[in-house]
């Protein structure tokens, strides 16, 4: 079993709408709940973070964490063609970060 | 431009060549970290150093792998013997690290191999 867990895309949206990406992890012992965000040739990087249950927002970008249930989301708000991604949910203990499959997000204009 | 640099970008080799790869960390990035993704994955870690202590090495790191971090500066990744398997992107991350770790790296754009 993957320690990471991501729903497969991919995803297509038309600008201005609501995109919501969902995981989930298998070792309670996760610390750090990440986002990545990764462009085409490009590498990740760090969109937001969180360690704890409950929803922190950035902008259009809210993450949430369910500790209980093991799941967490990303929900973009008001989604820009600039958004267009690969989305990677990572999990953070100590010095390795565990990452998800990606989602990859493709916003119309 | 001050970010993470990956060296070269793009490497096309026969199998059972060697080939290395090397990675310029943000400077003063005690951490540094080698990660690699293949088509449609999310990258899976490789190793890491804490200044020139490499600390952890993935399974994934076969015997034909070598990393190293003199003087905790720059990196190198060398694959010996390559195989059509290695073919992946090769990621570089650093980060700086005190007691408390977020998991914030930083990555460069990464070495693509091509193992034909």
């Known amino acids: 079993q993957k320690e990471v867990e991501q729903d497969p895309g991919p995803l297509s949206v038309p600008e201005g709408a609501i995109v919501s990406l969902n995981c989930t992890y298998s070792?309670?012992?996760?610390?750090?709940f990440m986002w990545y965000r990764q462009y085409s040739r490009k590498g990740p990087e760090l969109l937001m973070y969180?360690?704890?249950?409950g929803n922190k927002e950035d902008g259009r970008f809210t993450a949430q964490v369910d500790k209980s249930s093991k799941y967490i989301s990303l929900f973009i708000r008001d989604s820009q063609p600039s958004d267009s991604a690969t989305y990677l949910c990572?999990?953070?203990?100590?010095?390795?970060?565990?990452f998800g499959a990606g989602t990859t997000v493709t916003v119309r204009a | 431009d001050t970010g993470v640099s990956q060296d070269p970008r793009h490497k096309i080799t026969k199998r059972g060549q060697n080939v290395t790869f090397r990675c310029d960390p943000i400077s003063e990035h005690n951490r540094l970290y080698w990660y690699r993704q293949t088509l449609g994955q999310g990258p899976e870690f490789l190793t890491y150093f804490q200044n020139e202590a490499q600390l952890e090495k993935s399974r994934l790191l076969s015997d034909r792998f070598s990393a190293e971090r003199p003087k905790g500066s720059f990196s190198t990744l060398e694959i010996q013997r390559t195989e059509q398997g290695d073919s992946a992107m090769y990621l570089c991350?650093?980060?700086?690290?005190?007691?408390?770790?977020?998991?914030?790296?930083?990555f460069g754009e990464g070495s693509r191999l091509t193992v034909l």
């Open positions: 969180t360690y704890s249950s």
């Open positions: 070792n309670s012992a996760f610390q750090y």
């Open positions: 990572a999990i953070y203990n100590d010095y390795k970060l565990s």
């Open positions: 991350a650093s980060s700086f690290t005190t007691g408390a770790n977020t998991g914030e790296l930083f």
